[in-house]
């Protein structure tokens, strides 16, 4: 019985040191891969983007392999705002995003090495909450109007207000990151007002809700591609931006040939729109590679360095 006993011990101990060693030989694997993978990622151009019409154009580039993949691995990051692609940046696990200006020249101010590749297509509109039967941005008045700080959009709200003469305080500003959630807000009769960009205006629109402003008016374009240039010196670097600026620029093209419709499998996979969505869609002109005005830019540090 006692020798019995003995081999089953001995036995057992066998087989959890094999396992054991099994074990460890996987996890090994494990980390050997991610090192590898990680070292592949590393080595790609990684360019940060979000649920935003302006982001189409790179959308379009990489289903429709506009990008040369042969020349250059360029990865588009997926993020909910531009607030997290600018976080993103900081932290240097981006080589560049798809963001506004304002966030552009913040992190600018926080030591980032700014290069703006080129300006977007990206444009706001202030909308009223129908039930609240706001139709001018003079009813914004002790109102809340719901946006995301340091950023074009919180620009434009003040902006907005300035031109109705009210008091920039007495416009109450809540922080909403989340473009989708601000929509959501205002169809939820949860907020006085938003700032939208495209496509998530024209769901406002389509309920009836009323456009106060659109920031196409003022004058300025806001949204750009913005890279770390310390991350993008090197040569490799620098040809995976020539393929990744081709890849763009054909995109746009493509764009303003054919129209945002032309591609309604995208709009579906990208910013989940519906057919009816799709179909009131405005046309938007992408247009050519350009930097952004000198005029753009001291607007916006000046407007960075007041002190509201």
């Not at 891969?33 to 649920?51: F, M, W």
């Not at 009323?210 to 913005?226: A, E, H, Q, T, W």
């Not at 764009?255 to 405005?282: F, T």
């Amino acid at each position: 019985m006692k020798i019995s006993r003995l081999v089953c011990s001995l036995m057992l101990l066998s087989i959890c040191v094999a396992c054991g060693s099994s074990f460890e030989k996987d996890r090994q694997k494990a980390q050997e891969e991610q090192t590898r993978l990680n070292r592949i990622d590393s080595a790609a151009l990684k360019i940060g983007v979000s649920p935003t019409i302006d982001c189409l154009p790179l959308f379009v580039a990489k289903e429709y392999c506009l990008f040369d993949t042969l020349k250059a691995d360029i990865r588009l990051k997926m993020f909910d705002a531009h607030i997290d692609i600018e976080d993103q940046i900081l932290k240097d696990k981006l080589e560049g995003g798809v963001i506004d200006l304002v966030r552009g020249q913040r992190l600018k101010s926080k030591g980032v090495n700014v290069v703006y590749a080129t300006t977007t297509a990206a444009y706001w509109q202030i909308i009223g909450n129908r039930k609240s039967r706001i139709r001018l941005v003079k009813q914004l008045d002790d109102k809340m109007i719901a946006m995301t700080r340091y950023s074009a959009p919180a620009l434009f709200a003040d902006y907005a207000s300035d031109s109705a003469r009210l008091k920039r305080d007495n416009v109450f500003k809540i922080q909403i990151n989340d473009m989708s959630l601000r929509l959501k807000m205002l169809l939820n009769n949860e907020i006085d007002a938003v700032v939208l960009g495209e496509p998530y205006a024209t769901v406002a629109r389509l309920y009836k809700n009323n456009v106060l402003m659109d920031s196409r008016n003022m004058g300025f374009k806001l949204g750009v591609i913005v890279l770390n240039g310390n991350k993008t010196a090197s040569k490799k670097r620098k040809q995976q931006l020539d393929v990744f600026l081709k890849g763009y620029a054909a995109a746009c093209d493509s764009l303003d040939k054919y129209g945002m419709k032309h591609y309604a499998d995208l709009l579906g996979k990208y910013y989940k729109l519906d057919k009816r969505s799709i179909e009131a869609l405005p046309d938007v002109k992408f247009g050519n590679l350009s930097k952004p005005s000198k005029a753009d830019l001291e607007r916006v540090d000046k407007w960075l360095n007041s002190p509201n």
